[in-house]
């Protein structure tokens, strides 16, 4: 009864522009700093003077923020900030300061009354609040704190608007300037936002399109200008991709400034960072030597076997989506009509507006083509089932589908063939149990492929996986190549004994070496999901923190974000240096 008050009362605030304004109003009189630079440097005032003073010709660093909503990211930023300062570097941040008239922190959960939106973007309640919060957060450290709209020129104004307003609505998604890709970032943007795949049958998405282009289209005059009056070696900003910060990345790989994308991981106070583009993308293409040379011994193969199982439950990471899992396999057969004793093919999808925006298309045009084919396709197998896990994060994520994987099945087979079976996104039903019962595993873009192979469960990656070109899966990359695998299956064995051991080296790799701990961010077990505790400037030196030492080397010397940690599993994460 409770939860359903406040759900209640939450979308009455979200209604209502004036109370959206208090609420930031009183969020940002409440929201206490974090860290809390001002007490923070007061204890250490003598090394920060002097570490100031040093960098004054160090390095120069950008760290794009953006935006002042994402309170953790401005926390670990601020950290990186002071760290990389502490190390000789020169760092400024980047914020805007209420010129973009759509961004990352807008997502349709907020503006209900989309028309609202449409017309006034974020300017009447999140600009509020979001950029005093970032500017209030950097501006103790004394750093330089740059401002989009400083870098902006009446006639870019006239310029963003006027382009914005009269290209025809099917060419904007293929617009660009000067190379840089403006108008896919802001249909990404404009999808992330209605948290679907396409825009079909929105009523108001074409002025909010628009009001996402003309934002792109700032961003990426801002940005130039930016680094075209700075020299600037590297810049760092979380994610990389959407409105601003994929045209940030697009901005600086084209004027030859590194770029650095930082995300939270998946373990707890873990943090994965990638050079030249988020890790959505080039964890894809990671050279195989990067991890195939790990000295394995039946410790570490003990570590990681006892991280997946944990993944189960998810007891060690930040964040899971199945609380209490069911993994009775009768009761999960009873509850789907599934008979485990015959051959079962699994497949895992993807939330609908994030495979879109994630993983870039492979032997189909997208996710729900890969699946509605696949369906038709398991029609025609009566001697095999099918059953699909829709991710149960369509309903849980933070940015929930308005594009159900079963609606659009629904759609397409008002009937569903009697061998396909699918475990909707609010089931208890275990995946893992499942999919353990299954002869092999397609999937499109999901980490779980990461787990299965590890399992020995023989993997179809019909889309762009991490675990893909890992030497473990069945990589497809056409249609054709697809529906050739599948008339192989079942496939009635496991993986081999030496594809179970490489599988399980790479897991180690991706979950406890790419995944770069950083011992003061804490997990709160609720949202934000984790906190700085950072309780002194001196913990940010060097040597005292051996994943921060990985990242900082990362930023300023362009060595690979990989935490060695087979080589710290007995000894502390913190130095006593």
Known sequence: MEARLKRFLGQVVLRSATLKRLSHWYASRNTKPNPDWRRILSADRELWDKALKAAENGPRILIASSNGWELPALSLEGSLAAALTLRGANV????????????????????????????????????????????????????????????????????AAKI?????????NQYTLDGIAVGEHA?????????????????HAEPILRRYFRAALLATYAVRRLLASENFECAVFHHGIYVPQGLVGEACRRMKVRVVNE???????????SHGDTYHHTLMNEPTTKWESIKWNPEIDAEIGDYLKSRWYGTRDWVFFQEKPV??????ARQLGVDFSRPTIGMLTNVM??????????????????????????????????????????????????????????????????????????????????????????????????????????????????????????????????????????????????????????????????????EFMAPTGTRPIYQNRLSSLEELLPGRSRGLDVICDGILEGKDFIYPAEEYRNTPPVSTV
């Open 92 to 159: 400024h941040f980047l914020l805007c300061d209420e010129l973009l008239p759509a961004c990352q922190a807008c997502i349709i959960s907020f503006y209900p009354d989309q028309k609202q939106f449409a017309r006034h973007g974020p300017s009447r309640d999140i600009c509020k609040w979001c950029f005093k919060t970032g500017l209030a957060i950097y501006r103790p450290l004394g750093l330089p704190v740059h401002r989009y709209g400083d870098f902006i020129s009446p006639q870019d104004r006239q310029n």
């Open 164 to 172: 914005s307003a009269t290209l025809p609505l099917d060419e904007i």
């Open 187 to 203: 249909m990404a943007g404009a999808l992330r936002f209605y948290a679907r795949g396409t825009l079909e049958n929105e009523p």
């Open 263 to 273: 995300c939270a991981a998946y373990r707890k106070t873990c943090f994965i960072f």
């Open 327 to 332: 993994e009775d396999l009768n009761e999960i």
């Open 353 to 518: 507006w994030d495979a879109q925006l994630h993983y870039p298309a492979n032997a189909f045009p997208g996710m729900l083509d890969w699946v509605l084919q696949t369906i038709s396709y398991f029609s025609r197998r009566p001697d095999l089932q099918l059953l699909i896990r829709v991710h149960p994060a369509e309903i849980l994520g933070v940015v929930p589908s308005r594009q159900p994987i079963v609606d659009e099945v629904k759609k397409a087979f008002p009937d569903l063939p009697k061998n396909v079976f699918i475990i909707p996104p609010e089931s208890k039903a275990s995946t893992y149990a499942a999919m353990q019962q299954c002869d092999a595993v397609i999937i499109y873009g999901t980490k779980t492929g990461v787990e299965l192979t590890a399992m020995g469960i023989p993997v179809v990656a019909a889309g762009e996986a991490w675990i893909r070109n890992k030497g473990v899966t069945m990589d497809v990359s056409s249609a054709s190549d697809y529906f050739r695998l599948l008339d192989g299956l079942p496939l009635r064995k496991r993986l081999e004994e030496a594809t179970i051991n490489r599988a399980r080296k790479y897991a180690y790799h991706f979950f406890f070496r790419r995944m770069i701990p950083l």
